[in-house]
């Protein structure tokens, strides 16, 4: 354990210091990579459907909701209804709407931290390639070891900044793509929900 943390640390101080940023940009991207999965997975055990909506909405009960965004959007609007048809239209899509920037939160900076991964590797291999020039405008070619250090931190760097990269743009895509999938269940299950908010069966207990 203790040579593995040592090869780490030896990477990590072979590649410049531009590897701590690199390495804090990698530690938050995957915090936040983490933390969207773990919503995504939770939210797919929301097994609030229209049925559910409508058993809900006639006895006023509320709805058995697990974190997912139809279940909570469905208890805040049987939290604000009022009764009447045209004022609990506007509450249920204002109930929708407030689900959408927990959905789509934390992917947009998991983004930007993926491409600030490899700019971040450029910037240590323009670093470590000055340094090889400033060897060879001091000592020539003839000092290797003090060339191969500018080296290893211009290849380290960049591989730092793609191995940080590529995994952090495939897994926000795909976290991109299951969130437009749960966007679209919410969305059709909104639209469920106000045809039937639109019915006569819907106002029958405020007769």
């Not at 039937?196 to 106002?203: C, G």
Request: aromatic share 8%.
């Amino acid at each position: 354990m203790n040579q593995a943390l040592e090869t780490a640390l030896d990477f990590i101080l072979a590649g410049g210091p531009v590897m701590f940023p690199l390495m804090a940009v990698s530690i938050w991207l995957w915090t936040l990579i983490i933390l969207k999965l773990s919503w995504v997975l939770r939210i797919k055990r929301d097994n609030t459907d229209i049925n559910t909506a409508r058993f809900c909405l006639s006895s006023g009960e509320k709805p058995p909701t697990n974190g997912g965004p139809r279940g909570r959007a469905l208890k805040h609007f049987l939290t604000l209804r009022t009764g009447d048809q045209k004022a609990d239209l506007l509450l249920w899509e204002v109930s929708i709407k407030r689900q959408m920037p927990t959905m789509w939160r934390y992917l947009t900076s998991i983004i930007i931290l993926s491409v600030i991964a490899p700019l971040l590797g450029l910037l240590g291999t323009v670093s470590g390639m000055i340094q090889t020039f400033d060897v060879i405008r001091i000592f020539g070619t003839g000092n290797a070891q003090a060339m191969a250090s500018g080296i290893s931190e211009a290849l380290i760097t960049t591989q730092t900044g793609l191995l940080v990269a590529i995994p952090g743009l495939l897994a926000g895509h795909a976290l991109r793509r299951q969130i437009k999938k749960n966007q679209m269940q919410l969305v059709s299950f909104q639209q469920a929900v106000t045809r039937w908010l639109k019915s006569k069966e819907a106002y029958k207990c405020y007769a």
